[in-house]
């Protein structure tokens, strides 16, 4: 079983970068036809797509958010990170990381909760 964890600070101050660490067990970052994905949801709105890292190291990023995004990976710890840069309130959300293989989100991390605040 597939078991993902978010981990990072749950309040970054405007204008810095939001670091945040998916770290993944029970499989590898490196498997076969798995996109490890980050997905957001701002209070009172619906899930946002933010981008991905896939088995193979390449990434996809949403447009509205790709001057700010960057996906990475530690495969020797199993771990992929989102630096989302130059934040604002806007991007308070609940951040999930989940994987998506073969036409669905197979797994989810529990959420970790990002406040935007001076």
């Known amino acids: 079983q597939v078991q993902l964890q978010e981990s990072g600070p749950g309040l970054v101050k405007p204008s810095q970068t939001l670091s945040l660490t998916c770290t993944v067990s029970?499989?590898?970052?490196?498997?076969?036809?798995?996109?490890w994905t980050w997905i957001r949801q701002p209070p009172g709105k619906g899930l946002e797509w933010i981008g991905y890292?896939?088995?193979?190291?390449?990434?996809l990023y949403s447009p509205s958010l790709k001057s700010r995004t960057s996906i990475s990976r530690d495969t020797s710890k199993n771990q992929f990170t989102l630096q989302l840069t130059s934040v604002n309130p806007e991007d308070a959300a609940v951040y999930y990381c989940?994987?998506?293989?073969?036409?669905?989100?197979?797994?989810w991390g529990q959420g970790t909760q990002v406040t935007v605040s001076s």
């Open positions: 989940t994987t998506w293989s073969l036409g669905r989100y197979d797994y």
């Open positions: 029970g499989g590898s970052i490196t498997t076969n036809s798995y996109y």
């Open positions: 890292i896939a088995y193979s190291g390449s990434t």
